[in-house]
């Protein structure tokens, strides 16, 4: 069975700095796909980010980052320069090959923005 | 394009009835997942529909079933209502269901309420 697993259910962080999310994730699989996905108070899931398992290159997009740790199995967001509409429930989830049963979500972590 | 729909956004229904959830995918779309959304549970895969056929299943009861359309478009079934099925459920699309390597597109929900 694959798990991902948020240890944050809550961070807060000032507006303009910077926010690491943590996640880790077990499968046995050696192809999977890792995401995170940020739902604001809309309910709307939106994609912030993807890595492939077989990129070693940590995927970029604007302000997100990822920190891509194979053998450890983790995988945080990193957040910079805050913004006010970066408030939401953030989500890691993964999906691996072998049939998996489409994506595998954490549990969340709720991020506030202070202004 | 437009992105993925759902009718309706809310619905309220009691126990031992049964409700349809509909999904409408972005066009060209033909994989479509749906997934259930509970503050216990989190977010859990129900299955996935590619051309018409189910492909993947997730672990919940019989009473929880779909279907989907020549034009992809999907809907979702469960039949005598718990209180424990009140929860937002969300239906994703992808273009040819390969799984991680596609970005899964979400539509807005539709939140169930069973009294």
């Known amino acids: 069975a694959q798990t991902v697993t948020q240890s944050q259910p809550e961070m807060s962080v000032q507006e303009a700095e910077t926010v690491t999310l943590s996640c880790t994730y077990d499968?046995?699989?050696?192809?999977?796909?890792l995401f995170w996905y940020k739902q604001p108070p809309s309910r709307q899931m939106i994609l912030v980010i993807r890595?492939?398992?077989?990129?070693?290159q940590n995927a970029t997009e604007n302000r997100f980052s990822v920190n891509f740790q194979k053998a450890a199995k983790s995988f945080s967001l990193k957040i910079s320069d805050s913004q006010l509409g970066d408030a939401a429930m953030y989500f890691c989830?993964?999906?691996?090959?072998?049939?998996?049963?489409?994506?595998?979500f954490g549990k969340g972590t709720h991020l506030i923005i202070q202004p | 394009k437009a992105g993925v729909t759902q009718t309706p956004r809310y619905l309220i229904k009691t126990r031992g009835q049964q409700v349809t959830l509909s999904c409408s995918p972005i066009?060209?779309?033909?994989?479509v997942s749906w997934y259930q959304q509970t503050p216990g549970q989190g977010l859990q895969f129900l299955f996935e529909?590619?051309?018409?056929?189910?492909?993947n299943k997730g672990n919940f009861p019989g009473r929880f079933s779909g279907r989907q359309f020549s034009n992809s478009r999907s809907e979702m079934n469960v039949s005598t209502l718990e209180l424990g099925d009140s929860a937002l459920y969300l239906c994703?699309?992808?273009?040819?269901?390969?799984?991680?390597?596609?970005?899964?597109?979400f539509g807005p929900g539709t939140r169930l309420l069973v009294l």
């Open positions: 066009s060209g779309h033909r994989s």
């Open positions: 499968t046995s699989e050696s192809d999977y796909y």
């Open positions: 994703a699309s992808t273009p040819l269901g390969r799984g991680g390597s596609e970005t899964q597109y």
């Open positions: 529909y590619f051309s018409e056929t189910q492909r």
């Open positions: 989830a993964m999906y691996s090959g072998g049939g998996a049963d489409g994506l595998t």
């Open positions: 890595q492939e398992a077989y990129k070693q």
